[in-house]
């Protein structure tokens, strides 16, 4: 698998930060984007000293139209890894709102991260991908979207989180049908709790936790396999489609009942 450009969204930590220092070496332009200046630099820094060519960019996903220059101007593009992401969970009763829930706030500014993130990271290259030629393998390039095996089920703890990256998960695999016959190749990551900063707060066991660097390893072999939606753990994934097929009300006793997600175990999230 060949990529001598590639674009990735939120490269300043965690997933992403780990698929850019992994993919980074000589002859290869990273275009790395992200809302923090000093980390993204960090991580621009690192991938330069393996001997790729860096360029950053400060940027945040919401922004349809920075994003849209951004990617057009990194054309022509092998490899885009939409990254960016936050999650938050729900909190605990309050004086006024009696039951556990989710802030309005968050809500919003969940959806518009980790959804319309992610298309306004994968439809501007969808269109540049579009005017490339195709390599000898049939392909003009690659898309890859990190949903979640959140998106699998509807945990009470993460309704927004949830409900984001089943979205993401769907459009991914959709579109994928009749993006493959352009030559373009969608895939999402469907997986469960990653090593990285953004679970590191929660306050409860997380089952199949995978150390970032195996993630790096699973999805780019998943990529160089032309996988669609490319899962780990199976298990985890397996569990929560059988756990989706219950009754509601089956499901969410279940649910209540464990530590993972239940209200205030999670940190809340950066919404500015």
């Known amino acids: 698998m060949l990529h001598s450009s590639v674009l990735i969204t939120g490269a300043s930590s965690g997933l992403g930060q780990a698929l850019a220092l992994t993919l980074a070496r000589p002859g290869r332009r990273l275009w790395l984007g992200d ?3 000093e980390r993204l630099n960090d991580t621009a820094a690192r991938c330069a ?25 990194a054309a022509p593009l092998d490899l885009v890894l939409a990254c960016a992401g ?29 959804l319309m993130g992610v298309l306004n990271t994968v439809l501007p290259a969808m269109e540049v991908m579009r005017n490339q030629p195709r390599r000898p393998d049939g392909l003009r390039g690659r898309i890859c979207a990190i949903a979640s ?27 994928g049908a009749n993006a493959r016959r352009e030559g373009i190749l969608l895939s999402s990551v469907v997986c469960g709790f990653l090593d990285t900063p953004m679970v ?24 160089g396999r032309n996988e669609r939606r490319i899962v780990f ?38 919404l500015s």
């Not at 999650?87 to 969940?110: F, L």
């Not at 993460?158 to 959709?174: E, G, H, N, Q, W």
């Open 149 to 175: 095996v959140a998106g699998l089920v509807s945990f009470p703890g993460t309704p927004a989180y949830c409900a984001a990256k089943a979205a993401v998960d769907r459009f991914m695999i959709a579109s």
């Open 233 to 270: 753990p199976r298990w985890l994934v397996a569990g929560s489609r059988l756990m989706d097929l219950l009754p509601p009300r089956v499901a969410e006793a279940c649910y209540t009942r464990q530590s993972a997600g239940a209200p205030g175990s999670m940190p809340e999230p950066d």
């Open 49 to 73: 000293e393996k001997g790729a060519e860096v360029s950053t960019l400060l940027v945040d996903v919401n922004d349809r139209a920075a994003m849209e220059d951004w990617v057009r101007g």
């Open 86 to 114: 936050i999650t938050g969970g729900t909190r605990k009763p309050t004086a006024t709102i009696a039951a556990p829930h989710e802030p309005p706030e968050q809500v919003r500014r969940i959806f518009e991260t980790d």
């Open 35 to 37: 809302r923090c200046a």
């Open 200 to 223: 590191v707060g929660n306050r409860f066991a997380m089952p199949g936790l995978t150390d970032v660097n195996t993630a790096c390893h699973r999805i780019l072999r998943g990529l």
